[in-house]
């Protein structure tokens, strides 16, 4: 089917008559499965294992291959056999849905979560891009998507063009996530085009992240020798031109990769309308690869986050000023993305309290980042106001 489903025991019973159609029947059919498996209906609170409802094969239209669905059959578990009263014939088979899923109903609430979490991060980063340009039009022209390098400016200035960079891929990328879902029911062509759209924007993320990595690493870390020729052009190559470059390459010699993504729940057979769809990644090479590269960079963000607190830690004893010094950690925290490390943490029973956990933290991205740059602000002004 649609969903490439497994069925127990790869068994399938059809049950028809010869160009009648039997539906609605006052006495139900039943259909029994012998197995030596272990099964546990999907509703059930009870360790993984895998779940059996037992369902029938719906029709398909033209170029679809159809979809199952448990619509007016009822299923009865004894030891050994699964049995299943339809009130129609069709095709039947006993569907074993991978532990794990979450249901649909936790499904919508992360979806909306999302969304709402994704307006506000988007709304944010493009308020504080503009609030960067009001601020920065005095002294200097802002250049197009803050990509000029300019050679000449203070460290200051370049951890602020960082910051605005980071800023503008956490945009694109909540802009592409919030464009997935409604683009899926569009043309194959336009959903390629939105999934192609939202994977360039996670992997310019990515490298942006791992920038502000390494800038602080350059900062507080190695603080000597620290002198890089053509320092912002060399990081918005790799920020932006690798990202693209790899995208593009993909489009070009292997589109098929972006496509639909069907998000599968653990009741999602109980109706054959049940089901969430996406443009996004839809060969398994791509999605492993885009997971391997988003676990490097994190756990060199968290290296550097962990070596910049190691840093700050041995400055309190001599200024006292662990309160402040606490704050600014859990800023960078956010800011280097290292609370995209809870996606590594989906199984067992700490799987649904992830996702929340993840969904929640990491669509309100863009207002941390709001929220430290009006910190910056308010300081600067009040370093302003000292100096008078």
């Known amino acids: 089917d649609e969903r490439n489903s497994s069925v127990l025991g790869d068994s399938v019973l059809g049950a028809f008559l010869p160009n009648i159609s039997i539906t609605n029947l006052r006495q139900p059919v039943e259909i029994q499965f012998w197995h030596d498996k272990v099964l546990v209906s999907v509703g059930a609170q009870v360790p993984p294992m895998p779940s059996s409802p037992v369902a029938f094969l719906s029709p398909a239209g033209s170029g679809s291959l159809g979809s199952w669905s448990s619509e007016g059959c009822e299923t009865r578990h004894s030891q050994g056999t699964v049995l299943c009263r339809c009130n129609h014939l069709t095709y039947f088979a006993v569907l074993l849905v991978a532990p794990g899923n979450i249901s649909q109903a936790e499904l919508v609430s992360l979806t909306y979560i999302s969304i709402v979490g994704c307006s506000i ?67 194959v062509g336009l959903c390629r085009a939105a999934a192609a759209f939202l994977h360039a924007g996670l992997l310019c993320t990515l490298a942006w992240m791992a920038a502000e990595a390494f800038h602080l690493y350059l900062l507080l870390v190695k603080v000597y020798n620290t002198y890089v020729q053509h320092y912002l052009l060399k990081l918005c190559l790799v920020g932006w031109g690798l990202p693209a470059l790899a995208v593009t390459g993909v489009l070009l010699f292997k589109k098929d990769t972006y496509g639909h993504l069907d998000i599968k729940t653990a009741d999602g057979y109980k109706n054959a309308r049940c089901r969430s769809r996406r443009c996004w990644l839809a060969g398994r090479a791509a999605h492993y690869g885009t997971l391997a590269l988003a676990g490097l960079v994190l756990l060199f963000n968290a290296a550097v986050l962990l070596a910049v607190a190691t840093r700050l830690r041995s400055s309190w004893r001599h200024k006292g000023m662990a309160r402040r010094d606490w704050a600014t950690v859990l800023g960078l925290t956010c800011l280097l993305g290292t609370t995209w490390l809870l996606a590594f943490f989906s199984f067992g029973v700490f799987f649904v309290a992830q996702l929340y956990l993840f969904t929640i933290l990491n669509s309100l991205q863009g207002q941390w980042q709001h929220w430290a740059w009006e910190g910056f602000l308010e300081g600067r002004k009040s370093h302003a106001l000292g100096a008078v």
């Open 121 to 187: 991060s988007a709304a944010a980063s493009l308020f504080t891009i503009l609030l960067y340009c009001i601020f920065r039009l005095p002294t200097a022209p802002a250049s197009p998507l803050f990509l000029s390098p300019s050679f000449r400016r203070k460290k200051s200035d370049d951890t602020t063009q960082i910051h605005m960079n980071l800023l503008g891929t956490l945009f694109l990328l909540n802009v592409g996530f919030l464009l997935s879902e409604p683009l899926a029911s569009a043309a």
